[in-house]
Structures are given as structure tokens and as C-alpha cells.
């Protein structure tokens, strides 16, 4: 897999004793083209977050540990690159946004100055103050010359979110990662802010990956979809193909589990268990546990990611079942 902005190849990522680690990413492929803005989605473990922070290596360490695989972003080697390109790589070229801003803002500094702190370091030759009080205006925060001076406990948490978001535009990024980035918020926030994150990437043309386990929040928002499950990816294609016809069991799990206003559709259904434990990995497919087609070959063969029609992939051996489905 290559030719994208950003392309991970085979990513491990361990913790504990090398001997018998957590398996939390386990031979990862995941890439994305300019300009293009792609969803990954997946229940709270699945490794989402951690395969989104290894992109610019920033990795919790020594915790975790690179256990295999590469990572290359416009061509640089990710994970064999030096301080200084790495410093470059973070918040110039990979900007994120995190899920709560409460936690990710500074409590003790004026939001206005940790914007200007990111444009010290990665713009220093600009008017920090004029290009704060721009990007204020453009996330929607109305009052910036004002707004600028207060602190993060003095916002709603949405606008909040739209200092981060800010933040994360502050250096022209030319990939920007939201993880889970309304979480925290109301759903009328929510819907505000996923608005805003489809104008700021159109007008910047930047490539965009959305983390979210809420498959509903990702149509008509992401070109392709990837489906994660206990350290792989299960499931990749185009948004719409994904959505409408999945050909992956867990991928028709979690639209199952998604709410519905339709009163002629069946009750929401959640999914049985819950993904194993990342030291103790099932043998063969990890999901069958909870799968409801699963058969002898799922509980003793690992199936990898396979063609499953055009520019589709699934980690299923019985994908034609799921499709007709």
C-alpha cells in the first residue's frame, strides 16, 4: 500500500513484557491520499486512538513500543526520524483534536496565548495576535479580540472545541486528526462542530482521518471507512458501500447497534461480549466469540483483509454471506 499522504504498513504496537505482550495495534495497514477525508471507526479499545498518535509518533512511552511495521508521512520515515523532523512532523504537517478540550487546554494560560505558543514555534515570522484573532473568527468564535483573553474554563465546551480546532489550524496542517472530537458535547454541538470541520478541510485543503466508534456520524461526512476490532482493521471502502451493504459481521454489529427515529425499523441490537483482552487474544478470527455466523474455520484460521468487490476489503471468509445479508 503506498502513493498516499500517509501509509502505515504492518504496524505493531505493544505493552508489557515482550514475552506475552498487550497486542493493542496488531499489524495495521491504514493509508490517506491528499485532500481526502477518511473515517475510522470501532468500539472504545479497538486501538483507534493509539494507531491515530503513532502517525506522528507520539506514541506513551516507554509504555508502548513499536513492535513492527512502518510509517511514512509524504515520504518520511515516521518512526526512524530525528527530533528535529519530528518537531517539524508534530503540529506543522500532523496537527490533532482531541475529544476533550477540557483536558487538552492549558486551565492556567489565556486561550489566545496557547494558539500563539503553536505559531511561535512552527510560524514565528507572522503577527501571532492578528493571525489568532483570523483563525478566531473562522472557527466561529464571535468576539475574538476579547475572547482571546479569557481562559478554557470561561467557554462552553464547544467553544472549547473551536479553540482546539484553531489550534490545530494554526499551522496549516497538511493532515488533521480528530479523535472522537464530540464526545463530550450535546448533539446539536456535535452537528456544529462536524459543519465546521468540513469547511475548515475544504477551505485548507487538508487530508482529514475522523476517529469515532458512532458509525451514524460518519455518512456523508468521509470518503472511505475503516472498521477496527481488537488491534486490526476488519473492514475498508468507499463510506456509502460500507454503510449500505457492510461485508464484515462486525461492521453489520455496530449499524445494528445504532439508533434509529424509524419506527418501522427493528429495535437497535447491541453486540454480545466484548473485544478480548489484548494479552489474550482468541486464535483464528478475533471476533467470532461474538459473531453470529461464525463457523469452524473462524475459531481456528486468522483471516486477513481480502478483496471483497470493487476497492473493498474484509477480514471475513464468509463476506459473500455477510453482503447478502
Given at each position: 500500500?503506498?502513493?498516499?499522504?500517509?501509509?502505515?504498513?504492518?504496524?505493531?504496537?505493544?505493552?508489557?513484557?515482550?514475552?506475552?505482550?498487550?497486542?493493542?495495534?496488531?499489524?495495521?495497514?491504514?493509508?490517506?491520499?491528499?485532500?481526502?477525508?477518511?473515517?475510522?471507526?470501532?468500539?472504545?479499545?479497538s486501538g483507534k486512538s493509539l494507531t491515530a498518535l503513532a502517525a506522528a509518533n507520539l506514541l506513551p512511552r516507554p509504555a508502548a513500543r513499536v513492535a513492527g511495521g512502518e510509517i511514512r508521512f509524504a515520504g518520511t520515515d515516521v518512526l526512524r526520524a530525528g527530533s528535529k523532523q519530528l518537531r517539524r512532523l508534530r503540529g506543522g504537517d500532523i496537527a490533532y483534536i482531541f475529544q476533550d478540550p477540557t483536558t487538552a487546554l492549558n486551565p492556567v494560560m489565556r486561550v489566545g496565548d496557547?494558539?500563539?505558543?503553536?505559531?511561535?514555534?512552527?510560524?514565528?515570522?507572522?503577527?501571532?495576535?492578528?493571525?489568532?484573532?483570523?483563525?478566531?473568527?473562522?472557527?466561529?468564535?464571535?468576539?475574538?479580540?476579547?475572547?482571546?483573553?479569557?481562559?478554557?474554563?470561561?467557554?462552553?465546551?464547544?467553544?472549547?472545541?473551536?479553540?482546539?480546532?484553531?489550534?490545530?489550524?494554526?499551522?496549516?496542517?497538511?493532515?488533521?486528526?480528530?479523535?472522537?472530537?464530540?464526545?463530550?458535547?450535546?448533539?446539536?454541538?456535535?452537528?456544529?462542530?462536524?459543519?465546521?470541520?468540513?469547511?475548515?478541510?475544504?477551505?485548507?485543503?487538508?487530508?482529514?482521518?475522523?476517529?469515532?466508534?458512532?458509525?451514524?456520524?460518519?455518512?456523508?461526512?468521509?470518503?472511505?471507512?475503516?472498521?477496527?476490532?481488537?488491534?486490526?482493521?476488519?473492514?475498508?471502502?468507499?463510506?456509502?458501500?460500507?454503510?449500505?451493504?457492510?461485508?464484515?459481521?462486525?461492521?453489520?454489529?455496530?449499524?445494528?447497534?445504532?439508533?434509529?427515529?424509524?419506527?418501522?425499523?427493528?429495535?437497535?441490537?447491541?453486540?454480545?461480549?466484548?473485544?478480548?483482552?489484548?494479552?489474550?487474544?482468541?486464535?483464528?478470527?478475533?471476533?467470532?466469540?461474538?459473531?453470529?455466523?461464525?463457523?469452524?474455520?473462524?475459531?481456528?484460521?486468522?483471516?486477513?483483509?481480502?478483496?471483497?468487490?470493487?476497492?473493498?476489503?474484509?477480514?471475513?471468509?464468509?463476506?459473500?454471506?455477510?453482503?447478502?445479508?
Open positions: 500500500m503506498s502513493g498516499g499522504l500517509l501509509n502505515m504498513q504492518d504496524l505493531r504496537i505493544h505493552f508489557g513484557p515482550a514475552d506475552h505482550p498487550a497486542r493493542a495495534v496488531d499489524g495495521v495497514d491504514l493509508v490517506i491520499h491528499e485532500h481526502e477525508t477518511v473515517a475510522l471507526v470501532g468500539e472504545s479499545g496557547q494558539v500563539r505558543e503553536t505559531l511561535a514555534i512552527h510560524r514565528p515570522d507572522i503577527d501571532g495576535r492578528k493571525e489568532v484573532l483570523d483563525l478566531f473568527t473562522r472557527v466561529g468564535i464571535d468576539d475574538p479580540s476579547r475572547r482571546m483573553n479569557m481562559f478554557p474554563h470561561e467557554f462552553s465546551g464547544g467553544m472549547q472545541q473551536r479553540v482546539m480546532i484553531a489550534m490545530a489550524l494554526a499551522c496549516r496542517p497538511r493532515l488533521l486528526i480528530a479523535d472522537e472530537p464530540t464526545t463530550a458535547l450535546d448533539v446539536t454541538i456535535q452537528k456544529s462542530i462536524f459543519e465546521l470541520l468540513r469547511d475548515v478541510r475544504e477551505t485548507y485543503r487538508m487530508s482529514l482521518l475522523l476517529i469515532t466508534h458512532n458509525l451514524g456520524l460518519v455518512s456523508g461526512f468521509a470518503v472511505r471507512i475503516y472498521v477496527m476490532y481488537a488491534g486490526r482493521m476488519v473492514e475498508e471502502g468507499p463510506v456509502s458501500d460500507v454503510l449500505s451493504r457492510p461485508a464484515h459481521p462486525y461492521t453489520r454489529a455496530l449499524l445494528d447497534a445504532v439508533p434509529s427515529l424509524d419506527p418501522h425499523r427493528s429495535r437497535r441490537r447491541g453486540i454480545p461480549g466484548r473485544i478480548p483482552d489484548p494479552r489474550e487474544i482468541p486464535p483464528g478470527c478475533r471476533f467470532h466469540p461474538r459473531c453470529p455466523i461464525a463457523r469452524e474455520r473462524c475459531r481456528t484460521d486468522d483471516p486477513r483483509l481480502m478483496a471483497a468487490g470493487h476497492e473493498r476489503q474484509s477480514a471475513c471468509f464468509f463476506y459473500e454471506d455477510v453482503l447478502r445479508t
